[in-house]
């Protein structure tokens, strides 16, 4: 009897403390009527909706649901914004984004550059030739070849993330290169 008592008190209590602090903080997990879950660690996605993350230099990195069809623009958007340090070179805007997968916005600028006046060198996936390529941190002739071989069969890269689509090239040499590539001049 006393146990029933703690448990059914202890669960009112809870309760009680989740309505508060909805109350104080509307952005916690599980208020998705702006269409972003923010920092959420769980997204409500249905037929008609994708749960996509982005990093790098936005406003507010995370996790956000999206309507299926959403554009790179969408996603921004629904981050806030990029940073002023974002690429502009990094990103198409009309990219489409797919469902359960983040996408990274790269710098312009080192982060540790105070004065920001010395952009990062890159090289861009879509234009280079395998020599360019070779130059990157983790790529050599055998990769860049791959890279060649794969753009020139697929079209080009709507997204930084679209190069792990070629073989070899997974998270691990991504997160090497990721701040020196681009996708335009």
């Known amino acids: 009897m006393v146990l029933t008592k703690v448990i059914i008190g202890t669960l009112i209590v809870t ?13 916690l997990q599980g208020n ?8 959420s660690s769980i997204d409500i996605v249905d037929d008609d909706n994708i749960s996509v993350g982005v ?23 629904a981050a806030g914004g990029v940073t002023s340090n974002a690429d502009e070179k990094c990103y198409f805007f009309e990219a489409i984004v797919e469902d359960s997968t983040s996408y990274y916005i790269a710098p312009l600028y080192e ?14 996936i879509n234009d280079a030739d395998e020599e360019e390529l070779d130059s990157l941190d983790g790529i050599g002739e055998v990769m860049s070849s791959s890279i060649v071989q794969h753009r020139e069969e697929n079209g ?8 792990m689509d070629v073989k070899g090239i997974g998270n691990s040499i991504f997160s090497k290169i990721k701040n020196n590539i681009c996708l335009s001049d």
């Not at 080009?156 to 190069?163: A, M, P």
């Open 15 to 27: 309760i009680i403390g989740i309505i508060v602090l909805k109350a104080i903080d509307p952005n």
């Open 156 to 163: 080009r890269f709507e997204t930084l993330e679209d190069i």
């Open 32 to 39: 998705s009527n702006n269409g972003g879950s923010g920092d």
């Open 55 to 77: 990093s790098g230099e936005v406003v507010r990195p995370g996790n956000y649901t999206l309507a299926l069809g959403s554009s790179m623009a969408d996603l921004i958007e």
């Open 111 to 124: 982060v540790d550059d105070v004065c920001g006046n010395n952009p990062i060198e890159k090289v861009n």
